[in-house]
């Protein structure tokens, strides 16, 4: 280790570190007493300036706010952002960032499926080789369906084959970010975020750790397919312009295929006049065919369209109802 080195490990201790730990919750009134234990028990461990716990209530339909309000009631250190309604898990991890006043930020499920006992290591990374981010690598997923595994595999791979920026396979939020990302994410002025992809591309040092996902401790994954497909069309659509481009490399080999046929037809009229045969089969499928690719494009840019939309309406990501203990 280098005399410079050692110098910034001497100014940097964990003792001077305040953690922030966001947890985005929604309808989880099964395990968060448990995960607020777990989550105490490893930071209580950990020789910190401090720490505060964020807990946002993404419009839970169950008791997941009053349990939050008794946790915060008995210990100062726990924060509560309560949503006006169901915003998704993304915007709620957005809140918890903004309202953050760590050092150093870690965002986790309330679900458990991400281990508390990892922050030691994360931070420990975070100080040894200046990480800005330290992001959690799934090295193996327990309990899930294998539907579940299959479409988390292929979206990772299809993202960063279409992606702009290059995403980490088999990442998820769970990750610490220090100061200057969480500065830089909060000037980020769109509104529908994709935390993972924004994270990576405001860039820094990115360091990953691995580590097994666990199965959900209680409760129900709130991520159905119609959730998990809205995400994934975010994500794809905010990374990348190549949808746009697909679509218009379709629409140029559809015109070259028309024309090659076109002159096959009249050249067929004027040379070949008894091998024309008038068949309505290749008419109706070249017109499904085509109204398909059509429709398909149409469809892509009014995605694009759709989110320019909402983007321009400007309306806040997230409505706070209340906020107890800031
Ligand atoms: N979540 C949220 N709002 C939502 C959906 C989920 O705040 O609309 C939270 C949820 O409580 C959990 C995290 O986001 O802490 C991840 O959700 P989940 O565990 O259901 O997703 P999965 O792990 O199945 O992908
Ligand atoms: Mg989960």
């Known amino acids: 280790m280098s005399d410079c080195e050692i110098l910034l490990n001497l100014m940097q ?3 001077d570190l305040f953690i922030s730990v966001i947890v985005p919750c929604y309808n989880e009134e099964q395990v968060i007493e448990h995960t607020y234990q777990r989550i ?3 930071l209580q461990g ?24 008794r946790l915060a009631a008995l210990d100062s250190n726990v924060k509560v952002l309560a949503f006006s309604r169901n915003f998704g898990h993304q915007p709620a991890v957005s809140a918890g960032i903004e309202m953050c006043e ?6 986790i499920d309330a679900d458990l499926q991400d281990p508390p006992e990892l922050f030691p290591e994360m931070i420990k990374i975070h100080l040894e080789e200046n990480a800005n981010v330290v992001y959690a690598v799934r090295k193996e997923r327990k309990g899930e369906s294998l539907f579940k595994l299959f479409t988390a595999k292929l979206f990772y791979r299809l993202i960063n084959n279409l992606s702009d920026v290059k995403l ?13 990302v969480i500065d830089t994410f909060k000037k980020l002025p769109e509104k529908n ?19 097994v996902r666990e199965e959900r401790f209680a409760g129900e994954t709130k991520y159905p397919l119609s ?8 994500s794809l659509l905010y990374f990348s312009k190549k949808p746009l481009k697909l679509a218009m490399t379709m629409g140029f080999l559809s015109i070259v295929v028309g024309l090659f046929l076109a002159a096959w037809v009249i050249t067929g009229i004027i040379f070949r006049p008894n091998t024309i045969v008038s068949g309505w089969a290749s008419s109706v499928i070249a017109i499904i065919f085509f109204g398909g690719v059509q429709l398909l494009t ?6 694009y369209l759709g989110n320019i939309f909402d983007e321009i309406k400007n309306r806040p990501e997230y409505i706070i109802h209340e906020k107890i203990n800031f």
């Open 13 to 15: 201790s964990p003792k």
């Open 46 to 69: 950990f020789p910190a300036r401090g720490y505060e716990l964020i807990f946002i209530n993404d419009g839970s339909k169950d008791n997941t706010l009053s349990s939050l309000k």
């Open 193 to 211: 975020k994709y935390i993972r992809g924004l994270i990576s591309w405001i860039g820094y040092k990115q360091v990953p750790v691995y580590y």
């Open 168 to 180: 980490p396979v088999d990442t998820g939020d769970f990750r610490l970010i220090d100061r200057m």
């Open 227 to 234: 959730k998990m497909m809205k995400f994934a069309t975010t």
């Open 298 to 303: 149409i469809g892509v840019m009014g995605e």
């Open 40 to 42: 105490v028990k490893t």
């Open 102 to 107: 760590g050092d150093v930020a870690i965002i």
